[in-house]
């Protein structure tokens, strides 16, 4: 599975730089010099950073055969992916990547089927999207211990202990 890990912007200066939309929690890592970063559309990469640098708090990367402006604008919207296997799992047990999660079955705890992950938004809280099916509209759970119980990766589910109500 793809990740982003970051959408080029607009052009910085007139020599090819591009700001970055950073969505990685480990830039100096992902945006290393001399890594190259598959693309989405594909037709736009392999990118290969060649320099980086952080102004007004935005990411600036030079990119191998982006030398001025024009193409760094045909790069604009280019998102940045790495594949999930490149990340490291967690030692902490608690702890899940987003595509852990996506495509997980949800159970209560008494049993009942009630859904599947369908995405986890991170809005000051982190929320499990619980695709119902069957005319239900997607419910939203928020993703801590004392609701979500249970996070099974290897059997493909996890189980909730909503409260009255919100199912």
Do not use: C, Y
Request: hydrophobic share 40%.
């Amino acid at each position: 599975m793809q990740l982003v890990v970051g959408r080029i912007g607009r052009p910085h200066g007139v020599r090819g730089e591009v700001t970055v939309e950073v969505r990685t929690d480990d830039p100096g890592l992902r945006f290393a010099v001399g890594n190259a970063l598959a693309t989405d559309p594909p037709g736009r990469g392999p990118l290969v950073v060649e320099g980086g640098r952080w102004h007004k708090g935005v990411l600036l990367l030079s990119l191998a055969g982006v030398t001025d402006r024009g193409q760094a604008e045909e790069l604009r919207g280019t998102m940045l992916v790495i594949d999930s296997s490149e990340i490291e799992p967690s030692d902490d047990p608690d702890e899940f990547h987003d595509h852990q999660l996506i495509g997980l079955t949800v159970e209560t705890v008494g049993g009942e089927t009630v859904g599947e992950v369908g995405d986890v938004l991170h809005h000051g809280q982190d929320l499990l999207v619980v695709r119902r099916g069957g005319g239900h509209d997607d419910v939203l759970v928020p993703f801590v211990k004392a609701l979500v119980p249970v996070v099974d990766l290897e059997g493909g589910k996890l189980v909730v202990d909503p409260p009255e109500g919100l199912l």
